[in-house]
């Protein structure tokens, strides 16, 4: 560290040019965040500095956190869900996991997830020592009910299925594993990360959330389809005592126990999230789910145009295709069985997917 500070235009001067480093969203088709909503980063800089780990000291960004989640549970059906904003899928999911085993209670526990699972999954399960139960996928990529089911026994603490799988876009068959879970009394969560902003917008939405009675836990993240700005993600479980396994008692704070993970968490992006639903409401929501659709499919028909064929037909926004090179300049990426994948986010114009579109037929003429 420096003994003596420098000035502030030396310090933004470098500043600016690391920033200028990162590349701009504009050729980003690989990513599940985007460019936040203006209307987010305005709201997150009202609450720059706010701590939610200590609620009482700002009991106006508790209650914003309370709406933010009391939307959300509406949204997916429920408008009792508690919960509270997390700092994205991977605390969501391995909270998640940390609960279904509080309660459970059984000695040698496992979790029964679809081999599309986000790696968030690994984690979780590698720190709460939890074994993992993969269970294969059927030709489109979502996950095999009656193979899942298969692989629960009386140590299984939980059943997860994806809405919008991070490769490939899917939404797994929630409504056969919820009737799984009621059948077996097992715990279901729905990893609704990228999917729980895009599926209740579409024009027939698939049933994916506590409308289904099986369904005890959702992750939704506001930082993808949200437009929220970084980090802002929440958990959702359908019932307040499903979360007594998270508890802590916290002594000394303003609260007497708390079932966060973290203990200061940032009150800015939860503000932004908020915001961002708030401002865009369900029709300014829909159009945005609109747009990315339209363009995913735009997408898929340009390339398979040229000769290059979708591996999937995806759910939500995520396009994938059998294919070898891609342009330089274009950000993009390959999911695990090698397939070309583009995330169509609201940076996503459709100006870009033309530019992407063209920019392939010359490579591949
Ligand atoms: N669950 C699902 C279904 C996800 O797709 C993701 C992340 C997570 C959980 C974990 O969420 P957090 O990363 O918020 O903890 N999916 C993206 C992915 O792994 C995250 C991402 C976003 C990666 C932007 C790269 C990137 O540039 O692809």
């Known amino acids: 560290m420096r003994e003596k500070g420098c000035s502030r235009e030396e310090l933004f ?9 990162d590349l701009g969203y504009g050729r980003i088709l690989s990513s599940m965040c985007t460019r936040p909503h203006p209307v987010g980063v305005e ?20 209650g914003i956190e309370r709406l933010l989640v009391e939307r959300l549970g509406e949204l997916l059906h429920c408008r009792e869900a508690c919960g509270y904003a997390t700092s994205g899928g991977t605390e969501s999911n391995l909270q998640v996991l940390r609960m279904a085993r509080g309660l459970a209670g059984v000695r040698d526990p496992n979790v029964v997830i679809p081999e599309s699972a986000h790696f968030s999954f690994e984690k979780a399960c590698d720190i709460l020592n939890i074994g993992i139960r993969p ?3 059927d030709r489109n990529l979502r996950m095999d009910p009656g193979k899942a089911e298969e692989l629960i026994d009386r140590n299984t603490v939980c059943l997860v299925g994806i809405a919008g799988t991070t490769e490939y876009g899917m939404v797994d068959p929630i409504r056969a594993l919820s009737d799984i879970a009621v059948d077996r009394g097992i715990f279901l969560h729905v990893d609704a990360a990228f999917g729980g902003l895009v599926i209740p917008f579409l024009p027939e939405p698939v049933p994916f959330d506590f409308s289904l009675p099986g369904v005890s836990s959702i992750s939704v993240d506001p930082h993808k389809m949200g437009m929220s700005p970084i980090p802002a993600g929440a958990l959702l479980v359908r019932e307040e005592r499903m979360l007594a396994p998270l508890s802590v008692a916290t002594p000394y704070l303003t609260v007497r126990n708390v079932y966060t993970l973290t203990g200061t968490r940032p009150g800015g992006p939860v503000a932004g999230a908020f915001a961002v639903l708030e401002y865009l409401g369900r029709e300014g929501m829909r159009s945005l789910v609109r747009g990315c659709m ?5 997408l898929i028909a340009g390339l398979e145009t040229l000769g290059i064929p979708r591996a999937v037909s995806p759910d939500v926004n995520v396009a994938t295709f059998t294919c070898g090179e891609t342009p ?11 397939h070309l994948r583009i995330v ?17 037929g010359e490579l591949h003429a």
């Not at 169509?344 to 033309?354: I, L």
């Open 294 to 298: 339209a363009n995913t499919a735009r």
């Open 328 to 338: 330089p300049g274009w950000q993009v990426s390959r999911t695990r069985l090698g």
């Open 13 to 21: 001067s470098f500043l600016a040019r690391k920033r200028g480093e």
């Open 43 to 62: 709201a997150e800089a009202l609450f720059a500095g706010t701590n939610l780990g200590d609620p009482g000291l700002f009991p106006g960004t508790a």
């Open 135 to 137: 269970a294969p996928l």
């Open 344 to 360: 169509c986010m609201p940076h996503v114009s459709r100006d870009q997917v033309e530019a992407f579109i063209a920019a392939m």
